[in-house]
């Protein structure tokens, strides 16, 4: 039966491949919209309810090694001891999201250990072969240099808290 209906439009089997692949991920990036707003619910209904405020729901875009997830989360206020009023979403907290910008931890490290090895360029069309991922090799340099910035900002808290010890 797929033998026929595969060959007639000349399909080849690098090219099924892909088409299931794809298929796949984008599967998984439904399956992974669903569990996130499903915990993003159960958050808001066992959260404080004097503490966290219920600003509504924001729609939001995350990067992924499958691709692109989109997904509501529900944006909290929080009043603070001096009278602030500041924002956050207990479900980036509660998963502890370290992303940069919009873009996933794992397809952060796939494209941290890509740069390694090839230019920007090279590592957006390894990303866009390996992953079901669209990343232009600005969005790569993005990542590298925000990536980069962090571990600067950590080497100078070493130096300084060397500082202080020396000091002692």
Known sequence: MYDLSLNEKGISFKELEKKIYKYACDTACELMKSVLETLDQKLMVERDTKL????????????TIMGDVEYSRRIYEIKQDDGR????????????????????????????????EVSYRKTSDNIKNMCNQEISPQAVWNVVQTFGRGIAKLEDRKIKFYVQVLSL
């Open 85 to 116: 009023k500041v924002t956050k979403y207990l479900l980036d907290e509660y998963l502890n999201m370290d992303i940069i910008g919009n873009i996933s931890v794992n397809l952060t490290e796939s494209i941290l250990n890509n740069i390694t």
């Open 52 to 63: 966290y405020r219920n600003k509504g729901i924001r729609k939001t875009c995350v990067k």
